[in-house]
């Protein structure tokens, strides 16, 4: 039997790429979305479902209902809010049901930007000078570090949504800023996200890593997620590698999407991890080649795309 693909989402820009390339593909797939109406002109296939929020402690119920009733093997997560539920939740479904994200700790850890940052520099991947307001308004000498342009963007990833880059920071009320941002100096340089599949040490298949180098639209602002050019392979090899440092760092499973720009001086830094299948994908099909990979091929990262093997009975006295 082939794979029966859930995608969620459906009605984003992300989930409206990936059905767009299962279509190409000639594979069926079901849609599913938190939205009110999922059959909305243009937003969703006919095949779409309705599917509670995942801020609803009874979402994974919902979804469970769904898989088990459209018999569904494959599950494709567009929306970063559903990775930690979906990632601590994978015991709820029954064995042969890939859920494509990785494990619950790599997860808490992409999806914060605060704790991407901590993790990448204490491994020596290099990042931007970054703090948070709290820290900001307690030592104000610590700006020193973020003289210049800085940005400020939710720790909870939101695409290029509330990210705001500031001129400079002398009249900027630290202490009266939102709680759950980060402020991160501006590297002005060339542009890119890495996509990268990541494979666990020992797997049946290599990493997948491809370089898009972005439009320079302002942080912010309308198509600063616009794709201008896929990077020959034998082009900014330095990004790619460390791209495939970071998902490593962090050690996820899957399709990862690793913002990089260089410093003036040339050296890229990793400016955020967003660990889904993102809209970004269209211009590298073979991203999802591996995410239908893992379900053509038993033996993938059964620790990730699958429930944990079950306690052998030996173990159990």
Known sequence: MGPRILVTGITSAAGRAVAAQLEARGLPYLGSDARADTRQAGEAPAAAVRLLPATNPDMVLDLRRVVDREAINVIIPTLTVELPVLAAARAGFAQDVRIIVADPAAVALANDHLFTTWALQAAGIPVPRFAVPGDLAAAPASLAGLSGPVVVKPRVFKGSHGVHLLAGTGSVSWKNMPAG???????????????????????????????????????????????????????????????????????????????????????????????????????????????????MLPAFNPASFRRCPAVPADALG
């Open 181 to 295: 941002q980060l402020v991160q100096e501006f590297i002005p340089g060339a542009d890119y996200v890495c996509l990268v599949f990541g494979t666990p040490a020992r797997n049946a298949m290599a990493p997948v890593a491809v370089v898009l180098e972005k439009t320079r639209t302002p942080y912010g602002r309308a198509g600063s997620d616009e794709v201008s050019r896929r990077v020959p392979a034998n082009q900014a090899g330095d990004v790619r590698k460390l791209g495939l440092a970071a998902v490593r760092t962090l050690r996820l499973a899957g399709p990862v999407q690793v913002q990089i720009r260089r410093r003036t001086d040339g050296t890229p830094v990793v400016l955020g991890v967003c660990a889904t299948l993102g809209e970004n994908s269209t211009w590298a099909p073979e991203m999802l080649d591996a995410v239908l990979a893992t379900f």
